[in-house]
């Protein structure tokens, strides 16, 4: 029998961004509209057509994680790693006395460990790497944790948790959907706390292909803006406690906001390029909205998905105006513009500036909004956060193929008693 | 409870039933050649390209045959397309005729695709690290880019059929098939789709077998033998799966001839140390757990379990050891074997393998036969099932167990209510 749905509240957050190693740095990176999109480093660029991108600074694992296990992690799983921790610490969930059984990890990435350079790659697989070896240790948790699935597995092995674990791999939409997945776990039964979100780190493949697919920017990321040219990448992992309503309350937890809806879509038009009707996007978003029993008018804020390429731009734009009307005044923005497109962790690492952005009062800035494209004329919170009291906060991501998700977030006025 | 109103107890709208199947398996295109194949005990496995394997110590497996394309419809549209891709399509239109579903009898925003699978795109990665390492950046093909995410195979499936609805493509390492059943489940019980293409792929490439050659996890001796005392690796296999599920009022509505009933789904984790197995197997025992306590049944209930051993030494006793704290005593009497002995390690896609084959189980009772193991592991005590067998299965336990990570999944399979 399935029981009766369970709400579903945020009781932790856990981030590593290109403007900030922690989800305080995070906040204070999204209100000051800093930029995080510098040269690359992680590997040799002489030959990439585009040499930008969002890296984390100076992030050091050792500080989070135990010295001897760093070296056996893929870059992937020492960033979930270190994000599931300061979530777990956030959250000051007790694992000892809670039942691991009912406890469960859905991440979403598009690459997970898979090498992040040529070098890694030649170090790593046959046949540039010659001869046997197993008995090198570092190689061999290497090459077992180049499968996209490893870095919830190495979630659920740090923690005991043997609830339900997976990857969800939608390309740009797989973090949001992360969410929505694990949400819907707790909402009908099948977990009492999950750990969610998405991790991506900077690699060389998809640097050079959206290269190839010319959906990279020469300069700065500048979405809805009518000279934008394309997107840079991030890399970024973001880890969301999330517990049924029953079992946050019993514990006093805080409650940063209520994960209220969720949608999914697919346009079924093309494998890499939108719909540009924003058909397939307006569907997720209203079955997010009514499983949120929420009217459009009730949504305060828009984290778009905001790629800054052109055709995303202006199919998001005419896919909010089929929801919210055409006429509508509601803020919508771009976090891409500081963090850069972090693929498989994007639709995670931007969930949580929109549940900041419900929890303090601000609107996160769209940087570089200059001169807005005439067919996007929303207001996108140009060049500078705004403070600004929200309830409901909406969250957008699309993938390839036309893979479509929303999320919506609702802010919780009470603290648990 | 009675049989009828243990299962009437739920409302038809929570019932999850399957009216089609389609795969391209070791054995080629097609779930009646598999099914003939796996339950006369006849082998996939062979000698591999000695191209793939250069200096291998396991130099078989079980490949897919190579595909007469011309003789499928619209082929021309998929020619070009990665194999994982060509065999899913193939798949789905096996498993849509079966279910008599086409473009004209559904709302296309109401049907999705749900996919597993363990290396997603490795053959489409692999060709492009060796554009990158051996050519230039600037010159990494955008039509293969575009079929390296993970969902590319059902952003095709999606647009060969206009399906609209939902679409998740997951990993949990090379047990993904039932975890896609799981959400499954959960999207049509929560109302987000009429009806769901769930399946899995996996596709061999010669990067990956060297790769588990070198970890060691292949079989130096060439011979998948799963529970078998002297086993000693597993051997790869790879194709795809697709079921279509409903839940039973809808499928009664619109008159489908259903196949069987998934009246259980358990989903949980070793969570066991860095990319091992837990020893007493705890994630797939509460997997197995909470598949039978979904569907009402108790140990003695079970007819027959398709397992997930694939012959290597650590899971396949693993696995043993949580069907024998889950089901205690009939765990040595119930018919137990893996089509892995047949068709390899097909990750992903052998979950669904193990499905078909357990839904033709339940329908007219021939059991899958373990060939090849010729000296059941003591440690192990399992009946398993070593030449052809008939006999009547009311529920069989389909097992899925990774050997990377530790996830583990469990579906009880029923006959037809109808």
């Not at chain 2, 647009?159 to 959960?186: F, K, P």
């Not at chain 2, 979950?351 to 192990?380: E, R, Y």
């Amino acid at each position: 029998m399935m029981s009766s749905p369970k709400r579903v509240f945020i009781t932790g957050l856990g981030a590593l961004t290109p403007i900030g190693l922690d989800v305080e740095s995070f906040r204070r990176g999204l209100i000051a509209g800093q930029d995080g999109i510098a040269p690359v480093t992680r590997f040799e660029v002489q030959r990439h057509r585009c040499q930008l991108a969002g890296e984390l600074k100076g992030f050091a694992p050792e500080g989070a994680l135990d010295a001897h296990e760093v070296p056996h992690l893929s870059r992937a799983s020492q960033m979930i790693r270190v994000a599931a921790a300061e979530a777990l610490a956030g959250a000051a969930l007790d694992l000892d006395t809670e039942d691991r059984s009912r406890i469960g990890v859905v991440l979403g990435t598009d690459l997970g460990g898979a090498p992040a350079s040529q070098a890694e790659y030649r170090a790593l697989h046959r046949p540039y790497r010659q001869g046997r070896s197993r008995g090198e240790e570092v190689w061999r948790s290497h090459l077992l944790d180049t499968p996209i699935g490893s870095v919830a597995d190495q979630v659920a092995a740090r923690y005991g948790l043997m609830g339900r674990s997976l990857v969800m791999s939608t390309a740009c939409s797989a973090g949001l959907h992360a969410i929505g997945v694990a949400r819907d776990a707790i909402r009908f039964g099948r977990a009492e706390v999950m750990l969610t979100g998405g991790v991506d780190p900077l690699t060389e493949l998809p640097q050079a292909g959206f290269s190839v697919l010319r959906s990279l920017a020469s300069g700065q990321i500048r979405p809805f803006d009518r000279d934008r040219d394309g997107t840079l990448l991030g890399e970024a992992a973001a880890v969301l406690v999330l517990e049924s309503e029953e079992h946050a309350r019993e514990r006093g937890a805080r409650l940063w906001a209520e994960v209220a809806g969720y949608g999914g879509s697919t346009d079924a038009y093309h494998m890499t390029r939108p719909d540009e009707t924003g058909n397939g996007p307006a569907r997720a978003i209203r079955e997010a909205l009514a499983d949120a029993g929420l009217r459009p008018e009730q949504v305060d804020y828009v984290k778009a998905h905001g790629t800054a390429t052109a055709a995303n731009d202006v199919t998001e734009t005419r896919a909010l105006k089929l929801v919210f009307g055409s006429k509508t005044r509601i803020p919508v923005s771009s976090v891409k513009s500081m963090i850069g497109h972090t693929l498989g962790a994007s639709g995670a690492v931007e969930a949580i500036a929109a549940v900041l952005a419900l929890a303090e009062g601000f609107l996160p800035p769209t940087l570089h909004l200059e001169h807005a494209d005439p067919e996007c004329d929303l207001d996108y919170v140009a060049q500078a956060s705004r403070p600004r009291a929200l309830q409901v906060a909406l969250a957008n991501a699309f993938g390839f193929g036309g893979n479509n998700a929303a999320v919506v977030f609702r802010r919780e006025e009470r603290r648990a008693s | 409870m009675s049989e009828e109103s243990r299962r009437r107890a739920r409302d038809a709208s929570e019932r999850l039933v399957v009216t089609g199947m389609g795969m391209v398996s070791p054995y080629g295109p097609g779930v009646g050649r598999f099914l003939e194949a796996v339950r006369g005990g006849r082998t996939a496995i062979r000698p591999l390209r000695e191209a793939d394997v250069p200096g291998c110590e396991c130099t078989w497996g079980a490949p897919v045959p190579e595909l007469d394309l011309d003789a499928f419809d619209h082929a021309r549209t998929f020619r070009r397309a990665p194999r994982a891709t060509q065999y899913a399509t193939l798949a789905t239109d096996e498993a849509l005729r079966a279910a008599q579903q086409n473009a004209g009898s559904w709302k296309a925003e109401r049907v999705g695709v749900l996919l597993g699978t363990f290396r997603g795109m490795a053959e489409v990665s692999e060709q492009i690290w060796i554009k990158l390492v051996e050519t230039d950046p600037r010159f990494v093909p955008a039509l293969l880019f575009q079929e390296v995410v993970t969902n590319a195979v059902a952003s095709a499936i999606s647009l060969r059929w206009e399906l609209r609805g939902t679409s998740y493509s997951i990993s949990s390492g090379n047990g993904a098939g039932y975890h896609v059943l799981d959400l499954a489940a959960q999207a049509l019980r929560a109302g987000r789709a009429d009806l769901i293409l769930a399946g899995a792929f996996d596709i061999f490439t010669p990067t990956n077998h060297q790769d588990l050659d070198d970890l060691g996890l292949l079989s130096p001796s060439n011979l998948c033998r799963p529970f078998d005392v002297d086993r000693d690796g597993l051997l790869m296999g790879e194709g795809a799966a697709v079921v279509v599920l409903e839940t039973l009022a809808h499928a009664r509505a619109r008159g489908a001839a259903i196949q069987a009933e998934i009246t259980g789904i358990g989903v949980a984790h070793d969570a066991h140390g860095s990319f091992g197995l837990h020893p007493e197997g705890r994630g797939l025992a509460l997997a197995i757990r909470e598949a039978l306590d979904e569907a009402h049944l108790s140990a003695e209930d079970v007819d027959y379990v398709g397992a997930a051993a694939n012959s290597t030494a650590i899971l396949d006793r693993a696995e043993s050891r949580a069907l024998h704290s889950v089901l205690g005593e009939a765990a040595a009497r119930v018919p137990v074997s893996s089509v892995k002995a047949l068709t390899g390690e097909a990750m992903a896609a052998s979950d669904i393998f193990n499905l078909a084959a357990c839904i033709a189980a339940v329908g007219d009772g021939l059991l899958p036969v373990q060939a090849g193991t010729d000296h059941v592991d003591p440690q192990i005590e399992l009946n398993v099932v070593r030449s052809s067998t008939r006999r009547r299965v009311r529920a069989a336990l389909a097992n899925s167990y990774s050997y990377f990570g530790g996830s583990a999944a469990a579906a009880v399979v029923e006959g037809s209510p109808d």
